[in-house]
């Protein structure tokens, strides 16, 4: 839990920089992907460093996601109301997800250790098809 916690508040400021320069879908993207795929290195790990490289970068990779889905919000959004019920409904899906994700996580350790790293990929896959499907790509020039 340590090493998440470490990579998501140590790299949270340079994934906004990242968003603005790079770009918010791109870095969504990217960074889902990452934490998809160490999500399930996670599962297959044979040694403690290998747990806590993949909870490492699971939470670099949130660190990259989390400023630039805010950022998707805040220009996808006009201000006002609308903007507010967004942003509403991100933290509340965010605090929700902390709290049931330990729940759940304590849940899953009666499957075995291992399922605790594999259900985080299931979901991610889910959300990466959909963002793929939703987010509208950068218009050219912009």
Request: hydrophobic share 55%; no cysteine; charged share 10%.
């Amino acid at each position: 839990m340590s090493g998440y916690v470490l990579g998501y508040a140590g790299f949270t400021l340079l994934g906004g920089r990242a968003a603005d320069l790079l770009g918010r879908r791109r870095m969504f993207l990217t960074w889902l992907g990452v934490f998809l795929l160490f999500s399930m290195l996670g599962g297959f790990a044979t040694d403690g460093w290998m747990l806590v490289v993949a909870r490492f970068v699971t939470g670099v990779a949130a660190a990259f996601m989390t400023p630039a889905a805010m950022s998707i919000i805040t220009t996808s959004y006009p201000e006002g109301s609308q903007r507010d019920k967004a942003l509403l409904v991100f933290a509340g899906v965010g605090a929700g997800g902390f709290s049931l994700g330990l729940i759940i996580g304590g849940l899953l350790t009666e499957l075995g250790w291992r399922w605790v790293f594999f259900a985080p990929v299931f979901l991610a896959a889910a959300i990466l098809l959909a963002a793929l499907r939703l987010l509208p790509a950068p218009q050219p020039g912009r």
